[in-house]
RNA sequence: GCCCCUGUAGCUCAAUUGGACAGAGCAAUGGACUUCUAAUCCAUAGGUUCCGCGUUCGAAUCGCGGCAGGGGCGCCA
């Protein structure tokens, strides 16, 4: 936002050091003060250029010589345009803006540009991103969440950043804990059919899980229990032959089940604000993938073993690797059946091809991690040069306090439960904070605050760490959470609204408060902690930005009176710097996903 | 055996990518609602940034070597 100002400083200033005949740097980096009483940017140029001094053989001591030298220049910058006073500290060079003019700037920016403000240059480069790619035939729990939420952030912030921006969602809907799904159904329970979308895929669930149980070898198991068992396990392998057979009966159970299963993540997508563009369905990926493996072969990257063996590639070999890293991928099994990694190969190639995709990013679980390494590194010997920037953004599991979550076991907690859950609590908040809180717009507070709680839960914690969850702590209100940020925005709205109208021009001329001149400098760095967010894939940069932008926030509101200030000029400044707050506070939860209630 | 990730206050996490005194929240104690919404704020307390060596004017951040935890390593996804 200062960018000219700051390039005619640097010039100014390589020009001194030239004349003087100081070394010169490689370059010169301004950074935000960390003092902001009076805020404004520094540099620590002398300390490199002491340091130049220091190798070429003059006897200096660093930090007393910077010193020197950042009293040198100071004095010799000044006067600077844009720039109210230079000084030297600690030999950092720093310059301190006039605050009304910085003050006016970045508010009107703001003000100007209004949802669009943040919103980096239009980009060449087609991105991609993968995610919300659970398993039909499971339900929809806490876990699964964390990619939906995750990676709809990210795609916010990538498109936001400025780069066409695809959403794409890869469901696992064949395998054998499908089938084995479907045994169970039909073997058990065909016919019977809950009302209700959530209803209905949570009971499919619950049926996967008891087959699971049925299918699994017990130590204590009786000779009879192992005969059913057995009996039980071959019904399903039959089964699964007659779904690859293409069986019309076993297709329509498939379906049918399989469509409740996408009924009910359709829904749950739709409760997230998540609009996927490109579903690739892992059964319609599976027979063309199998292409692909013959190019591979026939192009010397791949071996085939077959019959004895798989097809595989070995990857540390063919990049000439002499410590073991990427190892052998196999990418077809002996029996000519895929894997995952044949699949995802053959994804690429149409990612890349049919959508013209320049960035590729995989928002899956850890675990995948070499698999990916592997595949990124095929597809590189393969000639894609988009190999080089597909991105595996992993993400830690979430556990329960006594141990991992299982589909299979059935000790999952629910997305939907854990919604329901949190929009009770905010239901007793409001009954306590807000009884006046019309029903209608408290319905939708509710769940405004109770999934802005549970999403800022998964947002504000590192993706590559794991996540036990915890009622408590999800669906905590208070403290670093998004009520607390989003109560910054309803504390704006409702100044703004006994406000009434927003001046047209504020003045800032007079003694700004401390905490004033933090929101306006928190404000402004908007735009780049977006571009960073986008460029490094870090939705957690944003989650972290909203907080400390609301607490900046919460802080002003404390000290500073706006509309009872006593001085109309101050009253007018500072009604607008709040319309600001308010319009950057709701930008930041936008790419997020999570809502702006105006009220709460 | 090899590869990847993590290690920061009692707990959960930050730290503008190598910069100025390492910051928040939770939990604890005390305080502020006749005042623009107290889902807030203020105060007190809490640190050998896992350990060691190195690079640098400067290291939580980079390199090397350890230690601890997690994940992964040819036909699961």
Redesign the pocket.
Known sequence: MFSIELDAATEKLLALLEANQYPLPGSVDW?????RSQWGF?T?VC??V??AE??SGKQVH??SR?KEISEHLSRALDPLEGFETIEA??G?I?LYINKSVYSNRVVNTVLENATEFGRGEPKDAIVMVEYAQP?THHSFHIGHARTAILGEALARLVSFGGYPTIRASYP?DI??GVITCIWAYDRFFKGQEPDGVHERGQWLAKIYTEATRLLTPREDETEEERAQREAYDAERRALYKAWDAGEPAVRELWQETRQWSLDELDAILQILGIEIDVFFF?SEVDEPSKRIVDELIEQGIAEDERP???V?V?IDEKLGLD???Y??A?IL???GTT??STKDLALAKVKFEDYDVDRSIYVVD??????FQQVFKILELWGFPQAKDCFHLAYGFVTLPEGAMSSRAGNVVLFMDVLEEAERR?QD??AE??PDLPGKERDR?VRQ?GLGALQYSML???N????VFNWD?AL?????SA??IQ?AH??A???LK?AGEIPEESGFEYEMDPTEIELIDKIS?FP?TVQ?AAE?Y?P??MA?YA?ELA?TF??F??A?????ADDPAVRASRIRLTAAAKQTLANALALLGIQAP???
């Open positions: 950074t935000p003060i960390p003092f520094g620590a300390f490199q002491a340091a220091a190798r660093v930090p910077a500290a600690n950092y720093n398993n696992g395998g054998l892992e004895e063996g798989p595989i070995k410590q073991e890293q190892r052998t196999v099994r002996s029996d894997l995952y850890v675990r995948q991690s070499l698999h905010v908040v409001i904070k807000n507070v605050v504000s914690v590192d590559n760490k794991d996540i702590d905590s209100f208070e403290g670093q009520p607390y109560n309803v504390r709205s409702s100044i006994r760095q780049s960073r490094d870090k957690l940069l972290t907080y607490r919460h802080l509101y404390h500073a009176r706006v509309i009872q105006a009220a709460m």
